[in-house]
């Protein structure tokens, strides 16, 4: 499996992450701030979808 082939971050999965951090905040997850870069990641590509979803409606 190459490095391109992942699925990209989303809200649903952002969220799942940020709540096991704060059900164990000790966990390596909150500890090493991997939450915050789960929403970060999550926000960029919902920007993403969002350009491409405008772009459709504008072809119509």
Avoid: C, K, W
Wanted: proline share 3%.
């Amino acid at each position: 499996m190459g490095r391109n082939d992942h699925t990209p971050m989303d809200g649903d999965a952002a969220e799942r992450i940020n709540a096991a951090a704060q059900r164990e905040p000790d966990s390596e997850t909150a500890r090493s701030g991997f939450d915050d870069r789960a929403t970060a990641a999550a926000d960029r590509n919902s920007v993403d979808d969002d350009y491409y979803e405008d772009d459709e409606d504008e072809l119509s």
